[in-house]
């Protein structure tokens, strides 16, 4: 079973806007990661935020975290075509070696 | 540095069949796991490698099992195959020997479509 769920699960943005998802999960965690995957191929990773950690920008991506409420958001500001995938949170837990997926977001963005 | 390589890219078996799939980490890395993503289930994990030993085992019936040769090169077997274990199947590699040393991210390769009528 997956650890989390993510909301919303798609999305359809013009380019040039931000988009925003979240993320929630069930358990303590070491740190929650975002990754990207385009049409059917593997995942590529963005960015890692640790549990102690409320905040992280990279890029045009910025992550939050709240360990309080269990929930995690992406945002991608000024978006273009090329962001068009699916967003994956992904979270591990200690001793664990393995992580556990959220269902992802579907982000379309339209030109 | 080359990426994870997964082989093949693409297989059709029918139930019954048995299926091996193969997975290159990238070079220096020692850790591998695999996932299988599904619509309705997404993205599931398998099992995790390291150095040979397999370190965590994910929910799945014992018809699905891994090895990790000492090159790190890994494999997955699924014996008897049934319908619904039409997946993509991922293998991803990392450097670290476990966790807490810094930035455990997983480097994934493209995946094997597997299809089983």
């Known amino acids: 079973s997956q650890q989390g769920e993510e909301d919303p699960q798609a999305l359809s943005i013009q380019e040039g806007e931000n988009a925003t998802m979240n993320c929630s999960y069930k358990?303590?965690?070491?740190?929650l990661q975002w990754y990207r995957q385009n049409s059917g191929r593997g995942l590529v990773h963005l960015i890692l935020?640790?549990?102690?950690?409320r905040e992280k920008h990279s890029g045009r991506l910025r992550v939050t975290l709240d360990t309080s409420k269990k929930s995690s958001s992406l945002l991608i500001t000024a978006s273009r075509a090329a962001d068009t995938a699916s967003y994956f949170c992904?979270?591990?837990?200690?001793?664990?070696?393995?992580?556990?997926f959220g269902a992802g977001t579907t982000v379309t963005v339209r030109a | 540095k080359a990426g994870v390589t997964q082989t093949p890219r693409y297989l059709i078996k029918t139930r019954g069949q048995q299926v091996t799939l193969s997975c290159s980490p990238i070079?220096?890395?020692?850790?591998v796991s695999w996932y299988q993503q599904t619509p309705g289930q997404g993205l599931q994990f398998l099992f995790e490698?390291?150095?040979?030993?397999?370190?965590n085992k994910g929910n799945f019936p014992g018809r699905f099992s891994g090895r990790q040769f000492s090159n790190s090169r890994s494999e997955m077997n699924v014996s008897t195959l049934e319908l619904g274990d039409s997946a993509l199947y991922l293998c991803?590699?990392?450097?670290?020997?476990?966790?807490?040393?810094?930035?455990?991210?997983?480097?994934f390769g493209s995946g094997t479509q597997l299809s089983v009528l």
């Open positions: 991803a590699s990392s450097s670290l020997p476990r966790q807490g040393l810094g930035d455990e991210k997983l480097f």
């Open positions: 358990t303590s965690i070491n740190n």
């Open positions: 935020i640790r549990s102690n950690e």
């Open positions: 992904a979270t591990d837990a200690w001793g664990d070696y393995k992580l556990s």
């Open positions: 070079s220096g890395h020692r850790s």
């Open positions: 490698y390291f150095s040979e030993t397999q370190r």
